[in-house]
């Protein structure tokens, strides 16, 4: 049962801008942890995305950036193309449960 | 290139044990904290453990607290996961992540780069 809740999917035309919330509580995101970001691709293994709420690793286009306020992260994925089409989880730490936790994960469909 | 090749998944009765094995090579093993995380089919993420670079910090969910133990050899640049009393509910594919730090339990690590994953499958 994850901590952090995520919209199940999202979706937009190509060159649109898409955004995927985060929600999580005082205890993860609130206490003022990092979020991070993976997207994971069809049939392949989960991929950084964002990383300490806002950073992009290198080779991560910069249609893709995040942010972070209060109990809550956010994902935008601007120019929206059709290699978009994955999962994109958040993850961050809960002190409650001193440990890792992940969102439920949004799917994001380019129609 | 950082590369993590997990192995040891298969078809395994409930009650029974099974060893997964992450083999990691392209970096200094033993500078960074590894972690284990799996999905269970058409589910999400769900992160099972992780141990420091020296083995002196381990973590677990509480969903295998008791049940898993997690360990690593620097030596042989490797990652391993002793799961006992398997359930049903741990059928998932198993992933081996890289932390970017040499610590666990820390409020900010990520997990990058992550490997290809071994199925488990927990039935009778």
């Known amino acids: 049962q994850s901590v952090l809740t995520q919209p199940p999917s999202v979706s937009g035309a190509p060159g649109q801008r898409v955004t995927i919330s985060c929600t999580g509580s005082?205890?993860?995101?609130?206490?003022?942890?990092?979020v991070h970001w993976y997207q994971q691709l069809p049939g392949t293994a989960p991929k950084l995305l964002i990383y300490g709420n806002s950073n992009r690793p290198s080779g991560v286009p910069d249609r893709f950036s995040g942010s972070k306020s209060g109990t809550s992260a956010s994902l935008a994925i601007s120019g929206l193309q059709a290699e978009d089409e994955a999962d994109y989880y958040c993850q961050s730490y809960d002190s409650s449960l001193s440990g890792y936790v992940f969102g439920t994960g949004t799917k994001v469909t380019v129609l | 290139e950082v590369q993590l090749v997990e192995s040891g998944g298969g078809l395994v009765q409930p009650g029974r044990s099974l060893r997964l094995s992450c083999a990691a090579s392209?970096?200094?093993?033993?500078?960074?904290?590894m972690h284990w995380v799996r999905q269970a089919p058409g589910k999400g993420l769900e992160w099972v453990s992780g141990?420091?670079?020296?083995?002196?910090?381990?973590g677990y969910a509480d969903s295998v607290k008791g049940r898993f133990t997690i360990s690593r050899d620097n030596a042989k640049n490797s990652l391993y996961l002793q799961m006992n009393s398997l359930r049903a509910e741990d059928t998932a594919l198993y992933y081996c992540a890289k932390d970017v730090y040499p610590m666990v339990r820390g409020p900010y690590n990520w997990f990058d780069p992550w490997g290809q994953g071994t199925l488990v499958t927990v039935s009778s």
């Open positions: 392209g970096f200094t093993f033993d500078d960074y904290a």
């Open positions: 141990i420091s670079w020296n083995s002196g910090s381990i």
């Open positions: 005082s205890s993860n995101i609130g206490a003022g942890y990092d």
